[in-house]
């Protein structure tokens, strides 16, 4: 195993449950999981060993070295899998972020993505690295579930997603989110973490705004996507 490469074609799921995970939803991608010697030879071991057997994936044990890549000293499992490519559904319901910034709100978003069964991801580049093990990390294994695609530009994307309905999330959109009942299948379109959407975003599609006080100038990222899945696809 070696340092994490943005331009190569290898990454890495740090921790026990991302392992199973990435064995479960790409066993294809797979191509081997270490095990830490502080790991105990419990029934988790032996779960993980059976399913790595399972699919024909190497289980290299007691490496000591490999974990001191780690920043954490509780990771008891590594695995490496090969990038792989996705495609967005066209006729089910996508997230979009515009130039998002942040590895571990781009693997948040994807779990979130995940638990409202959204049927893709559009990210419009500039933007953080999805395979970044920072965001498989903190997608919790979201990544090998729910697709997701990046874009040159939000025009490449509209081209790709097919006739929809798009909902741009913006403080200066005059339509409050409790106010819509959204139109399917659509996308929830969000900016980026310091800057948000520009202005044309105010005339495309139905701009919302997230109805909150003057506690705070606005919310999170990941929060906000959060708030807006649950009440317009739930």
Request: glycine share 6%; hydrophobic share 40%.
């Amino acid at each position: 195993m070696h340092k994490y490469d943005r331009d190569g074609t290898i990454s890495y799921c740090l921790g026990t449950t991302i392992c199973f995970e990435l064995l479960f939803r790409k066993p294809l991608a797979a191509k081997a999981i270490y095990v830490s010697p502080k790991q105990k030879r419990d029934e988790t071991y032996a779960k993980l060993a059976s399913l790595a057997k399972k699919n024909g994936i190497p289980l290299i044990e007691n490496n000591e070295k490999i974990f001191r890549l780690c920043e954490k000293s509780n990771v008891m499992a590594i695995g490496e899998f090969e990038k792989f490519s996705s495609k967005l559904d066209p006729v089910k319901n996508h997230i979009v972020l515009v130039n998002p910034s942040n590895m571990g709100n781009l693997g948040t978003i994807l779990r979130s993505a995940a638990a409202f069964s959204v049927g893709g991801l559009a990210i419009i580049r500039p933007a953080a690295d999805a395979f970044d093990p920072k965001c498989v990390r903190s997608s919790m294994g979201a990544i090998f579930s729910v697709p997701f695609a990046y874009f040159d530009s939000f025009d490449e994307y509209r081209k790709a997603a097919g006739e929809r309905s798009y909902y741009p999330f913006m403080l200066k959109a005059k339509t409050s989110l409790k106010n819509v009942e959204a139109k399917k299948p659509c996308s929830l379109v969000f900016g980026n973490e310091a800057t948000g959407l520009d202005d044309s975003y105010l005339e495309f599609g139905t701009p919302l705004r997230i109805p909150q006080s003057s506690a705070v100038d606005s919310l999170n990222l990941d929060n906000a996507v959060s708030i807006g899945l649950y009440a317009l696809l739930s």
